[in-house]
């Protein structure tokens, strides 16, 4: 379809890349791929083991086994007929490991991510559900330093000049200039249907893909409630999830946010400057 607008959002976890993607599926004859590359991780290394029962209270744990990095890379290449917008969100953490040239051809890339101090602490309050095995797994994973080697490969051996980089405290104090700067760079159309969507209860939207797991899964443990249950940018600092200015962040935390703060600010220097 030669019309057709391709464009890949990678994101650090917790970055309102949900809420993001809720604003872009408003447009029309739009297909949102939500999160595959997390299902191609699963069916490739499983869920740890851990003391207690804590997988049997989910709802379904053994959906789509077959489905892996090379369903992942083939399923963003289908032409997908009919669709003017082909829109796919990632967490940067599934290409750790991986190589560069399994990232789909064909998209313009995106980069989301918020500051280290709101995502790290929200990460490990949304993972209280789990087992300490689990949680320490997912937090030590290096988000910053994979979402900037992946802009490094988008830069160099993409070619794409200048790709979008969005700071998630953008988009909460200004998502009309964010989003309508963003739809500049990208080529996607801008409105005001941009920034009102329907809550979701009962199943995903008819132009979502995402994995069965992650939607069941989703009402156990409501990792994307905040998302899922909005219907506008907001910025309830009550259910964000991350840590307020007078809360004091665990060392351990404190280390890891240290540890991304190179990465987020190099990123940040390459950022969509807001006007004031």
Partial sequence: MATQ???LVWSTPRSLSTVLMRALSQLPDSLIIHEFLLLAGWNEVGLPDCPGDWKA?????DTEPGFNIKSWKEMYEQPYPGKSFILGKEIC???IGRIMEMIPEGYTHVFL?????????????ALSYFPDDVVRLSMQKPSFKALADIYDYVTTTLGQQAPVVLDAADLLAKPAEALRLLCEATGMPFSQDL??????I????????MPKMMWSNNKDVGLFNSAFQSTCFHSNQATSGAAKEKDAIKPELQQ???DALPYYNYLYEHRLIIPD
């Fill in 5 to 7: 607008k391709r464009v």
């Fill in 57 to 61: 209270n989910l709802s379904d744990m």
């Fill in 93 to 95: 953490d599934g290409m």
């Fill in 113 to 125: 991510m918020r500051h280290p101090s709101k995502s790290i602490t929200s990460l490990d309050k």
């Fill in 195 to 200: 920034f009102h969507w329907d809550q979701l």
């Fill in 202 to 209: 009962g199943e995903p939207p008819s132009n979502w893909l």
């Fill in 256 to 258: 890891l946010i240290q």
